[in-house]
């Protein structure tokens, strides 16, 4: 089931959900181990199938190609992280940094496959959710959880594999899937970005009115997780209000972590953490986490670094470039620790790899809602409310005890610097970058093993759809993005 026509057939017999065993009823949601799979209409044939269907679908999230290579991805594609080069690390991400992806690249095949296979199986729900053997109000529950995480899919593709919407909302995006195709349907083709945004803001303000506010698991669509989603929807398209009070809503029960807490590896949830990946054991996701890439002591992948540039960002005194000390080795004593240059940049020491698979992956946290919300208020002209957001960041890194001096665009870059500062290795620099329209320039650099200088529309930031798919849904060919 590799692409959308294939879907559409399969989908025709019954697409297989992913089922997991219930072991208990007292486990976490996301704690069961996958057995099987199972007929989609038999799927929501009992509660206890339908748990099982939602897990599937969150587990098919954790596939280390997917979710974990696209954060990796939209950072080595930016100017602050690169990749070694050489073929140390077999090459991965290679392409990537060097803006070569083909449509036969196998990464962008897999970005564009789970994320239709997300969409497939939460179209189930919306098709089979209503004839279900459940209360009323489970039925809403799933069917927001289900349409939460068809947008937040939605919200990934059409930010690889069209043009900003702050460039061109009549462009072409995706193709939009709300329910199951029979084979008799027309295969779709690509809807405007303008009509993929507003079918993903739809999606989540339904989630938002339906989901139940006490949910208090992070590793699954929580109205907090929905209202962070919905910040950066916004912030994608420019809306600074809807961006700004989102924001706020998103982290109103969410409070920063201490600045120790930054400094602990990002593997254990912290009281800022809104919405993240649950990896377990068995997701067998290994030296792919996105850990292991950045990992400095060569216990993973161990290949990607920071420029000379980025690091020099910050200060001496922010706690933030303490996630650059490196020890000597794994097991050494703390003393040993210091700055380390290996290659073309500094060691990373953000994330801690573990070799025992599970190395959970946050996705939005209350960090980056106070820096959406100090954007959009600045650039609203509410500049004494921007700089108070950013002052809580400033604050809890040590860099700053007053709100800043900078007005204008000054203080616009200056929160900007300080986005990169907190998120990088988080997946967001590449499509910052898109979406202020400052394209991807490296010239100057004297780190940089490959030199880009795209602008803002440049259709080499844009991904290829995948040629497998255009081989299965002919109709798709002719929009295929230019340059490919």
Known sequence: MRNIKIYKTALYTGVMLLLVSITSCKKEFLEVTPTQQINAKDAFSSGAKIQAAMTGIYDLTTFSGYTNNMLLSADVKGNDVMVVSGSANYNRFVAQYQFIETVNNSDVGNWWEYSYKVISNANQFVQYIPDAPISDALKTEYLAEARALRAYTYFWLVRWFAQPYTVNP?????????????PTEVSPSRDKIKDVYAFIIDDLKYAETNLPTNRTSIYR?????????????????GNWTEASRYAKLARAAKPLS?????LTGFNNPTSEWIYAINVRTDDNQGFLAVSSFYDPYNVGYSSFRVTDDFFNSFAAIDERKKQFLVKS???AAASTATYRRRGEGYLINKFDFTTTN?????????????LIEAEAEARLGNEPAAKQALLAIQQRAGVATAVSANTGDALIEEILLERNKELYGEGHKFFDLLRTKKGVNRTGSTVHWKIVNFPSGDNRLVSPIPQSELDANPVLKPQQNPGY
């Open 170 to 182: 009549e462009g072409l995006g995706v193709p939009i899937l709300k329910k199951p195709l029979l």
């Open 221 to 237: 669509m929580s109205t907090a997780a929905i209202q962070g989603i919905l910040a950066r929807v916004y912030l994608t398209m």
């Open 258 to 262: 201490t600045a120790a807490a930054l």
């Open 329 to 331: 080795s794994p097991t």
């Open 358 to 370: 599970a190395n959970n992956q946050v996705l939005v946290r209350s960090s980056e809602m106070y």
